[in-house]
């Protein structure tokens, strides 16, 4: 039997790059990561695929979480939700294992960071449930076919991320303020970034902000939040994106006994198309 591009890693090497994986599909990528060979960012991976943010919490809470996602979609897009206690995600692939399937988690317990791991099938739980949420880093893909730069994809870093002032709707114990995205974009084609990125409301849609980052309460581009920092050239403009890393946040002031989340730049990767009407796969 051949070999896969992704067996012949497993056995030249014991860790794969980001590099070894741009040409691979969705399901390469995430044997790469469920085998323990790949836990780096998934920016520029799987091109064309729907990549998601995780929530990973407790039922009882859980009503309230898809009550607080509902009322703020930009940041919170919602694109799957699993059964309760069910690890499995078929309506995003058919082979995903939200165990395994992420290069990085964060768990945190009592509203702090516990722990950052590469797998959580020993804290997995019978009353878990996984929220999936869109990301930015599918439209990502549209903007470089459209000639639009996007730097932090250009030198393999990760996008960098920052806190901003800018409230959300509560729900239950939920609510905090927006985290967002920043890519710098050529002046002339802002307009056309925004039109690209609008088209894709699973994955954040259109930018929240363009200019100056005191206006949303950023401080400081060159020292973002999370994520890495990128440099801004003369005739490019910082443009502000809704970020899936806010959900984290607010579940971190929620001091839940226990949530999961994917660590920044460490997403999900589907099989749904980034341009699909639905995010729900059909059994053939």
């Not at 088209?199 to 954040?204: E, G, I, V």
Request: proline share 7%.
């Amino acid at each position: 039997m051949l070999l896969t591009q992704l067996e012949e890693f497993r056995i030249v090497l014991t860790t794969v790059s980001h590099s070894d994986l741009v040409a691979c599909s969705a399901g390469e990528v995430r044997a790469a990561i469920r085998s323990g060979s790949y836990d780096q960012h998934t920016a520029g991976l799987a091109a064309g695929k729907l990549q998601c943010n995780l929530a990973i919490l407790p039922e009882k809470f859980a009503l309230d979480f898809l009550r607080f996602c509902q009322r703020n979609p930009k940041p919170c897009p919602i694109v799957g939700v699993s059964d309760s206690g069910d690890p499995f995600l078929p309506t995003l692939g058919q082979d995903i294992d939200i165990r395994s399937d992420v290069s990085k988690y964060r768990v945190f317990r009592d509203g702090t960071l516990h722990d950052e791991v590469t797998n959580i099938a020993d804290i997995w739980a019978d009353d878990l449930v996984t929220v999936a949420l869109g990301c930015s880093f599918t439209f990502e893909n549209a903007l470089l076919r459209n000639g639009i730069p996007v730097r932090h994809i250009e030198r393999g870093l990760n996008v960098p991320m920052y806190r901003t002032n800018i409230g959300l709707v509560p729900a239950g114990r939920f609510g905090g303020r927006m985290v967002v995205t920043m890519r710098p974009i050529p002046e002339a084609q802002v307009d056309k970034a925004r039109e690209i990125s609008r088209r894709y409301p699973q994955a954040h849609g259109a930018p929240i902000a363009v200019g100056d980052p005191a206006e949303i309460g950023i401080k400081d581009l060159a020292h973002p939040d999370w994520g890495d920092s990128v440099e801004i050239k003369s005739g490019e403009v910082p443009v502000y994106w809704a970020c899936g890393v806010t959900p984290q946040n607010v579940l971190l002031d929620a001091g839940l006994p226990i949530c999961i989340t994917h660590s920044p730049g460490h997403m999900l990767i589907t099989d749904v198309a980034e341009d699909a009407e639905t995010t729900i796969l059909r059994k053939n």
